[in-house]
């Protein structure tokens, strides 16, 4: 059984599609590092949770970055959806600029061995990194589905708030992470 440590029960929810192996919910409160770097961030939760557990674990850390807003909200997005909101992050961006981004995601594995993947961020024990990324436009809101910043996110003309949960996995970050930590992954 692997215990994926979140807050958020739709993470584990997606992962167990993903995976063979059981997957749960196990909400410890680590105290998350303050970095620009998604992979940092989700390593040293793994680390943190690793030693509380002493069983293998998953960490995922995600965010939304907006071009126009150079990449704000970005690792602080889980932040800023709590205090400004989704439709004040769609408000920022000016009609004249560019309306890319992308959602990234990280998944950080740790079983507390020495561990052969591609990306292995150094440390006691060290953690492999798995990273998925998709890439969209940023427009105002539209669709109920999803959540977080799903409504004002849009791949090949639908938000991510706009598909069916199969749909949104095939195309999404996290999707794409938990493919290459299952192609990888042996229990
Ligand atoms: P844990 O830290 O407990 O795992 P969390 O929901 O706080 O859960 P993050 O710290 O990784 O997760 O914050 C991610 C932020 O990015 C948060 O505001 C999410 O709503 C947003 N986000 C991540 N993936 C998303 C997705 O697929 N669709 C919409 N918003 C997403």
């Known amino acids: 059984m692997l215990r994926f440590v979140t807050g958020n029960e739709g993470k584990v929810r997606e992962a167990q599609d993903f995976l063979d192996e059981a997957v749960q919910q196990f909400e410890y409160d680590y105290p998350e590092i303050q970095s620009t770097d998604l992979g940092a961030i989700a390593a040293h939760g793994a680390r943190e949770a690793y030693r509380e557990v002493d069983a293998p674990v998953v960490v995922e850390d995600s965010g939304l970055f907006v071009d126009a807003l150079d990449g704000f909200p970005g690792p602080y997005s889980a932040y800023v959806e ?74 090949d003309g639908r938000t991510f708030a706009e598909m069916t949960a199969a749909e949104k996995n095939e195309l999404s970050h996290r999707g794409r992470a938990l493919d290459a930590f299952a192609a990888w992954y042996e229990p």
Do not use: K, M, Q
């Open 82 to 155: 709590d205090t400004l909101g989704i439709e004040r992050v769609w408000n920022a961006v000016e009609p004249e600029d560019d309306h890319t981004g992308r959602f990234r995601s990280l998944i950080a594995y740790c079983d507390g061995t020495d561990l052969n993947a591609p990306t292995v961020h150094e440390g006691t024990p060290p953690v492999a990194i798995f990273e998925g990324r998709v890439e969209g436009a940023i427009v105002p809101p539209r669709g109920e589905g999803g959540f977080g910043y799903d409504p004002i996110f849009e791949v």
